[in-house]
């Protein structure tokens, strides 16, 4: 059974840090991109990282310089450090492991709220 299990969320003040966590099962993590995704309330969900099997980064232009995402392929483990954050960033984070040779096979985790108030 596969699983992605986000944490890490909460709430955090305007210029403050946070540091998700997912943690997959049952999948060979180590021949999957990892992604982190973000929907706010109203808003359609939004690509924030990804961070392919190999190691390359992309990042959405609006955390670029802000957020940093990594990998532990010894844990299972795909991070999010996000600094400077703002009320924008308020939403739900949501992991998602894809398949190096197609994204029909994916996986996504439940999902862990990010509030910055305003």
């Known amino acids: 059974q596969v699983q992605l299990v986000e944490s890490g969320g909460g709430l955090v003040q305007p210029g403050g840090s946070a540091r998700l966590s997912c943690l997959a099962s049952g999948i060979e993590f180590v021949i999957f991109d990892m992604e982190w995704y973000r929907q706010a309330p109203g808003k359609e969900r939004e690509l924030v990282a990804r961070?392919?099997?190999?190691?390359?980064?992309n990042y959405a232009d609006s955390v670029k310089g802000r957020f940093t995402i990594s990998r532990d392929n010894a844990l299972n483990t795909v991070y999010l450090q996000m600094n400077s954050l703002k009320p924008e960033d308020t939403a739900v984070y949501y992991c998602n492991a894809n398949h190096r040779l197609t994204r029909a096979i994916s996986f996504w985790g439940q999902g862990t709220q990010v509030t910055v108030p305003s």
């Open positions: 961070i392919s099997y190999e190691g390359t980064l």
